[in-house]
């Protein structure tokens, strides 16, 4: 099992960045993907952005140009770094993580991104 641990929420206002970390510990040496969804009220769980351990990149139609995704896999650590931030933007940010050889997907309890206008 990984354990994930996100950091860096906050209240900000429109145009504004910010920059999540997400920390894996646990059965971490055969951690594939590791990525971040986002879930607002009364919506569904969307990817945000994904990385693979090899550095290829996935990202959410939405934040395209936006948003950029890095991997230190020395640290077992994802960033998000968010730009041009929108109100739209508001939600719950969750890290997740898959390994090699297993179905499982690992979650982090998640942290809060409030984006005003």
């Known amino acids: 099992q990984v354990q994930l641990v996100e950091s860096g929420g906050d209240l900000v206002q429109a145009g504004g960045s910010l920059r999540l970390s997400c920390a894996a510990s646990g059965s971490i040496c055969n951690i594939n993907t590791m990525g971040w969804y986002r879930q607002a009220p009364g919506k569904q769980r969307e990817l945000v952005a994904a990385?693979?351990?090899?550095?290829?990149?996935n990202y959410g139609d939405s934040v395209k140009g936006r948003f950029s995704i890095s991997r230190d896999n020395a640290k077992s650590t994802v960033f998000l770094q968010m730009n041009s931030l929108k109100p739209e933007d508001t939600a719950t940010y969750y890290c997740?993580?898959?390994?090699?050889?297993?179905?499982?997907?690992?979650w982090g309890q998640g942290t809060h991104v409030t984006v005003s206008s």
């Open positions: 990385i693979t351990s090899g550095g290829r990149t």
């Open positions: 997740a993580a898959d390994r090699r050889g297993s179905s499982r997907v690992d």
